[in-house]
Structure formats: C-alpha cells, structure tokens
C-alpha cells in the first residue's frame, strides 16, 4: 500500500498573511500622515484668520526667492535679517502732492531697498521678480478715488509705467464720512537702478 498523501506546505497561507499584515501597517501610517498634515494646515490658516489689519495706509515689497533656513544657532545671536530684499512702511500723514510720504518706525523693514522719504519713493538695489502690495484707508468725502501704484525706470524713455490702480466712483447721493480702504498687489520684474523707484499715490477729485 501507498502511504498517505503529506499535507500542503503553509508557506503561501503564511507569505499572504504577512503581506496582509504589512498592508494594514501602510495604510496606517499613511492615515496618520494626512491626519498630521490636515492639523498643520488647520493651524496656519487659523494664525493667519486672527491676525488684525492695521488701520493705517501701508505698503511694502518682498523679492519672490526660496527662503533659507535658519539654524537654531543663528536665532541665538538676535534678530536675524531678511533673507531677500524687502521693505515694509506705514505712515498716518496726508498725500503730499497726490503722492504717500511713509514714515519710518521701528516696525518699519527696508533690507536692499531705499526709500526717499520726502519723495515716498522705494529705489531697487537687486533685481529680480517682487511682491507688491499697497492699502490705503479713506473717508468717502470725494465723488472720485484713485489708487495707483507707479514704476519708473531708465529703461523706459517715457513717463512713470502704471503697474497697478484702482478707481472707484462714488455718486452724489451716497452718504459720505464713511471710511473704506484700497488694497493693491502683485508680482512684477524690477530691475537694479538708481532711477527706479515705487510711488504708490492717492489722487482724491472733487
């Protein structure tokens, strides 16, 4: 007589097993690693939700480069500078000339960039490509507003080059006295140059 037939091997009911296993694991962590992220964006929109404008006119420019990091040996020496070009000023005076005369303070950032107070003028020390932005705040007491923010260049045998505006027109039947605010902003190309300058203006017609 024969003998009887020996039982299969357990090696592929063991090798799924494991897999299976492994599978569960990657799931897991992966699971996890959404949940992390998702509580790390949550945090950073809701730090920047509560954060309180400020009332006063303000403008500022920041170039569009990759940030290096900073070591936690470099945090113990201080405040550390910018790590690109940047400037940032506010100012609670009146439009000269239809132009903003900005006010320096200790809040006040100017890292590669000049500003020409008696002008309200921001002169390009490297060129590259910059975020712009200007808010204004304003009592509707004028039919007409006006927000322009200008660029002037040696590049450019003409007059100043408009690089962003806005324009609102108020009818004489609203009421006025109220207060509102302008805000402008974008990216552009600036170029090195003792004669190129930012001037954000306020043009306000009767």
Request: overall charge positive.
């Amino acid at each position: 007589m024969k003998p009887p037939p020996l039982p299969p091997k357990p090696v592929r009911r063991q090798r799924k097993d494991v897999i299976q296993t492994l599978l569960v694991i990657l799931v897991c962590v992966a699971l996890c690693g959404m949940a992390v992220e998702a509580c790390f964006i949550y945090r950073l929109f809701t730090s920047k939700g509560n954060a309180t404008p400020s009332d006063e006119p303000q403008t500022g420019m920041r170039k569009q480069e990759k940030e290096s990091a900073t070591t936690p040996k470099q945090k113990l020496f201080g405040e550390m500078k910018p790590s690109k070009p940047m400037a940032h000023l506010r100012t609670g005076m009146k439009p000269v000339n239809g132009v903003v005369l900005w006010h320096e303070s200790q809040e006040s950032v100017l890292y590669h960039v000049k500003h020409k107070k008696d002008e309200g003028k921001l002169i390009i020390e490297k060129e590259g490509y910059y975020s712009i932005y200007s808010k204004i705040n304003f009592r509707e007491d004028h039919i007409l507003f006006s927000h322009s923010v200008l660029w002037v260049t040696s590049r450019y045998a003409g007059d100043e080059i408009l690089l962003l505006q806005s324009s609102r027109l108020h009818p004489k039947s609203a009421k006025l006295g109220t207060i509102d605010n302008s805000y402008l902003s974008g990216v552009f190309h600036l170029y090195k140059g003792g004669f190129q300058w930012i001037s954000p203006q306020l043009d306000l017609n009767d």
